[in-house]
């Protein structure tokens, strides 16, 4: 498989309404220039807009429930019907216990969307591989927004986890946690990892469209 960027907007001011739409067209125009795969999740009020913009749509979060009285969840059936390809599962930002992991990655599988599960390192990836997500993103906690990417700083975690997953089974492993520029991004693949999860890079950029062109031209 080709490598992938993800960007997760989070819900900074800058990823908000007609600023997430322009990141989401960025990503979109970038993809199809480079022909790197270029995964966007959106603030949930955006969804349906930003899969309006860009093919390539994940939630940032998804709620494993039924449809019905379930006040203040979202549903896979709610983002599917938005045109989400997918979700992420477990951010750092996100945590949830591994029963509900395990039911959000099957309910994901049944509805044919795929899930992007984030791990804190490469024990954790291993023992929640078996759900078999359709990837795994691992990310060290006290990288996250540090600006110091764990590909440059802890390169023992990303091919530590390449190779405890591959025990497993052949779930794709990517890695985030202050992935910053072109560089971290093709440490990360020489590395083994299948591409990149990054967020405030990109979305505080001054110029986040040439920011993930030089990124994708590195892995391209």
Not at 1 to 29: F, Q, T, W
Not at 33 to 54: F, M
Not at 167 to 195: F, Q, Y
Request: include cysteine; aromatic fraction near 2%; charge should be neutral.
């Amino acid at each position: 498989m080709k490598p992938i960027i993800a960007l997760n907007l989070k819900v900074y001011p800058e990823s908000l309404g007609g600023k997430g739409a322009e990141l989401c067209r960025h990503a979109a125009e970038v993809s199809l220039l480079t022909g790197v795969r270029i995964i966007v999740a959106p603030q949930s009020v955006d969804l349906r807009e930003a899969c309006q913009t860009c093919g390539d749509v994940f939630a940032q979060h998804v709620d494993a429930n039924e449809p019905g009285a379930f006040t203040g969840t979202l549903t896979v059936e709610a983002i599917k019907q938005a045109g989400c390809k997918g979700s992420l599962v477990n951010h750092s930002e996100h945590r949830i216990p591994e029963k509900q992991i395990a039911a959000t990655i099957a309910r994901l599988k049944e509805a044919g969307l795929e899930s992007m599960l984030c791990t804190k390192d490469a024990e954790e990836s291993a023992r929640l591989a078996k759900y078999e997500p359709t990837y795994i993103a691992v990310e060290p906690p006290e990288l996250i927004g540090s600006g110091i990417s764990v590909s440059t700083a802890k390169p023992e975690v990303v091919k530590g986890t390449v190779e405890a997953v591959k025990k497993v089974n052949k779930t794709p492993v990517l890695c985030g946690a202050g992935v910053s520029n072109a560089s971290d991004v093709k440490k990360a693949v020489e590395l083994g990892a299948k591409g990149v999860l990054l967020a405030s890079a990109y979305v505080k950029a001054k110029d986040p469209k040439k920011l993930l062109t030089e990124m994708a031209e590195a892995i391209a």
